[in-house]
T-cell receptor, first 115, second 111 residues
Framework: GAVVSQHPSWVICKSGTSVKIECRSL??????MFWYRQFPKQSLMLMAT?????????EQGVEKDKFLINHASLTLSTLTVTSAHPEDSSFYIC???????????FGDGTRLSIL | EDQVTQSPEALRLQEGESSSLNCSYT??????LFWYRQDPGKGPEFLFT???AGEEKEKERLKATLTKKESFLHITAPKPEDSATYLC????????????FGQGTRLTINP
């Protein structure tokens, strides 16, 4: 149980394009989903928190207009990296939980490379 | 400010050599402490949640314990497949939406 699917797992694109990453909870309803960024050999850095049907809450220093988050249903959240540049290259991971006191369950991440 | 510190940063063990990983935390009010395992190129996999001092949880060769200041992840007779990065995270009462992660311990078990 508690499976989170993230797609795509790997994407390479040219500078200036926009990239959408999907995060789905497959066997539970996710009241809250989270988006993280992870640099090599470092821990997870929270980018934003999204509750279904509400606007996402972004962490300090994260550009809202660059990282667009949509959480339109209880099983799907999307992260769109707009006008991506090489410095946006990273490993992006989503997580989801079914309730406030439940653990977060993570997807397998998306490796984003911007050329 | 809420802080989570894990030690050691990296640990190499021989197969069958038991050891412990440490997670020290400084938070205003602890709601829960979580342990995750992360394999290279993958997302973290949930292992345990601990809520109060004195609590213990076990899963196969792993046992997690919690005190008021730290948590230990004990690994008994590890196997090479236990090699991974182990992450500790805390959820606070004030910031109940978020997890604050430690930097992780990279564990390598040599056959």
């Amino acid at each position: 149980g508690a499976v989170v699917s993230q797609h795509p797992s790997w994407v390479i694109c040219k500078s200036g394009t926009s990239v959408k990453i999907e995060c789905r909870s497959l066997d539970f309803q996710a009241t809250t989903m989270f988006w993280y960024r992870q640099f090599p050999k470092q821990s997870l850095m929270l980018m934003a928190t999204s509750n279904e049907g509400s606007k996402a809450t972004y962490e300090q220093g994260v550009e809202k207009d660059k990282f667009l988050i949509n959480h339109a249903s209880l099983t799907l959240s999307t992260l769109t990296v707009t006008s991506a540049h090489p410095e946006d290259s990273s490993f992006y991971i989503c997580s989801a939980r079914s309730g406030r006191h439940q653990p977060q369950h993570f997807g397998d991440g998306t490796r984003l490379s911007i050329l | 400010e809420d802080q989570v510190t894990q030690s050691p940063e990296a640990l190499r063990l021989q197969e069958g050599e038991s050891s412990s990983l440490n997670c020290s935390y400084t938070v205003s009010g602890l709601r829960g402490l979580f342990w995750y395992r992360q394999d290279p190129g993958k997302g973290p996999e949930f292992l345990f949640t601990l809520y109060s001092a004195g609590e213990e949880k076990e899963k196969e060769r792993l046992k997690a314990t919690l005190t008021k200041k730290e948590s230990f992840l004990h690994i008994t007779a590890p196997k090479p497949e236990d090699s991974a990065t182990y992450l500790c995270a805390v959820q606070t009462i004030q910031g109940a939406q978020k997890l604050v992660f430690g930097q992780g311990t990279r564990l390598t078990i040599n056959p």
